[in-house]
């Protein structure tokens, strides 16, 4: 996988956002809607903060960006202190103009029953949309990507997910003690990630450097779901120095 290598996050994090800014301007340019796929976590709050910039300083518009998000837990208010919602509000959405209609995020206060057609509905509205035009993601230590955890199959579908103990004991501090961590979210599928015209994985620090090296180096394995991007014919990898250290 392409794999491009900066000095540190917030370099990497203007890179990224730029790419995303070009895409929406050429879309406007054309008179054409953007499908963003987005992430939250600790990674992309840089690059948001960039995208920020960029709207109040230089004329970015998202007025034809229309977005989903990854994931959020379940189940989950959209107002708690830890819902993606309000992440993607507080991180990005409320500081810039996209249209609020046009933003999507898995709903975490679904009833059970409700869930499954929720998941294909979601599905549909990004088929329908023409498809996600780029996607940026992270990934958790246990090489997770939105959260299809490990053991995750390459054409999973969008459905509530059973989060994996290392992904429950990263979120701990978030939500006051592992014990509180939702033990369950609605992910996006792999198949639909895969189905992106572009995918852009980023990641920061040492703590990445050994998952990052087993994505990129190691065999494609469902037990290290950002290896399916192993196949992908126009994903990137971005990282920082420190992440980049195991790499060959
Ligand atoms: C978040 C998501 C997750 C995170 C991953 C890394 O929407 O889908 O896959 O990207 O857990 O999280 P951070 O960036 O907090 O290290």
Same mark, same amino acid.
Request: aromatic share 8%; proline share 5%.
């Given at each position: ?44 709050k840089k690059v948001y903060g960039e995208l920020i910039r960029l709207h109040r300083e230089e004329g970015l518009s998202f007025r034809n960006v229309i ?45 059970? &029953?409700? %869930?499954? @057609?929720?998941?294909? $509905?979601?599905? +549909? ?45 990263d979120a701990g501090g978030d939500f006051g003690g592992i014990a509180k961590v939702p033990r369950r979210a609605i992910t996006l599928g792999v198949r ?29 394995? &469902?037990? %290290?779901? @950002?290896?399916?991007? $192993?196949?992908? +014919? ?15």
């Open positions: 996988v392409p794999t491009s290598v900066f000095r540190n996050a917030d370099e990497a994090s203007r890179a990224v956002a730029l790419e995303i800014a070009h895409l929406i301007r050429y879309k406007q340019a054309a008179g054409q809607h953007v499908v963003l796929g987005l992430a939250t976590g600790s990674s992309p977005s989903f998000n990854l994931d959020e837990y379940y189940p989950m208010k959209p107002d708690a202190i830890q819902s993606y919602h309000r992440f993607m509000r507080e991180q990005l959405f409320d500081h810039i103009d996209i249209q609020p209609e046009n933003y999507h995020l898995p709903d975490g206060t679904l009833p059970l &029953e409700d %869930v499954r @057609a929720f998941c294909e $509905q979601y599905e +549909q509205k990004i088929e329908a949309l023409g498809g996600l035009d780029f996607q940026l993601l992270g990934i958790g230590r246990n090489g997770h990507i939105g959260f299809n955890e490990p053991g995750s199959h390459i054409s999973s579908r969008t459905r509530l997910m059973t989060l994996d103990a290392v992904t429950r004991q639909a990630i895969m189905n992106a015209r572009r995918v852009v994985l980023i990641a920061w620090g040492e703590h990445k450097a050994d998952i990052v090296k087993s994505a990129i180096e190691g065999p494609m394995t &469902e037990l %290290v779901p @950002a290896s399916y991007l $192993q196949t992908h +014919q126009n994903a990137k990898f971005v990282v920082d120095e420190a992440c980049a250290s195991e790499l060959t």
